[in-house]
């Protein structure tokens, strides 16, 4: 397994390989509504900020062997073991598998692609300034006051 895009990438494994696996992730998304909290620990002027990001991902299985391998990963996504590795990571869903090739080499190259989504918890911690005045000016016009008394009825049939 390899990272997908990389700015110097290694070389590309022999055509005689079974199976290698190219990962990149194409989408990270954090939730819209965060939960903020004060955190008197870390100081008085400290709030922490909690989400949860989506993190979107390809798996590429190249290789005669790549729709075998490409079942098995999907088939043990479901093994709760292997669930446990990831950690604070979740596994939300596991994408269909899309079967094309790709032109490596000067050959065609079998790859079958896996789409995954995972989620996890993340949190940023911002210092808060004190806010201790204002300078400046405030202009305003004084608008006299209604006489409620005094207005004429509105929609009055004479």
Not at 46 to 71: C, H, P, Q, S, W
């Amino acid at each position: 397994m390899r990272p997908w895009w990389q700015p110097d990438p290694p070389p590309i494994p022999e055509f005689e390989t079974p199976c290698w696996v190219a990962i990149g992730i194409t989408r990270r998304v954090l939730d819209w509504d965060p939960v903020t909290e004060q955190q008197p620990q870390l100081g008085p002027l400290k709030a922490t900020v909690f989400r949860n990001e989506r993190i979107e991902a390809i798996m590429a299985f190249y290789g005669r062997a790549a729709g075998d391998t490409a079942l098995v990963f999907r088939q043990g996504t479901g093994i709760s073991g292997n669930l446990e590795q990831l950690g604070p990571i979740k596994l939300v869903s596991v994408e269909d598998k899309i079967t094309t090739s790709e032109y490596i080499k000067g050959r065609w190259q079998r790859r079958v692609d896996v789409g995954v989504v995972l989620r996890r918890p993340v949190q940023f911690t911002y210092g808060q300034p004190e806010f201790v005045g204002v300078y400046g000016t405030i202009y305003s016009e004084e608008i006299p006051p209604i006489d409620f008394d005094a207005r004429a009825p509105l929609n009055k049939k004479e």
